[in-house]
Nanobody, 113 residues
Framework: QVRVVESGGGLVQAGESLRLTCTIS????????VGWFRQAPGKQRELVAG???????NYADFAKGRFTISRDDAGINVYLQMSSLKPEDTAVYYC???????WGPGTQVTVSS
């Protein structure tokens, strides 16, 4: 069973940066990819960024140029570097390995104006 846990959330001011970490119980990149999602109050969960097993990345339009997804060599930690944060980035951020239907509990990111 693949397990996922997020960390690194917190309260920051607009314009600041934050790095989220997704720790996976095993290296899944041999067979599948990993994604970061977010859900703001009253809104549907949405994709933020994803990385495939080959290392290709994709980003939501709102994340392009501000957010970067990366992973460590072991394929255990997947990072989401967020910069130039805006109040509208406030949400619970989730990491997921969709192939295994694995989701973490989420980490809260709050951006104050």
């Amino acid at each position: 069973q693949v397990r996922v846990v997020e960390s690194g959330g917190g309260l920051v001011q607009a314009g600041e940066s934050l790095r989220l970490t997704c720790t996976i119980s095993e290296n899944v990149f041999d067979s599948t990819g990993v994604g970061w999602f977010r859900q703001a109050p009253g809104k549907q969960r949405e994709l933020v960024a994803g990385m495939t097993s080959s290392g290709s990345t994709n980003y939501a339009d709102f994340a392009k140029g501000r957010f970067t997804i990366s992973r460590d060599d072991a394929g255990i930690n997947v990072y989401l570097q967020m910069s130039s944060l805006k109040p509208e980035d406030t949400a619970v951020y989730y990491c997921s390995v969709p192939h295994y239907r694995a989701w973490g509990p989420g980490t809260q990111v709050t951006v104050s104006s």
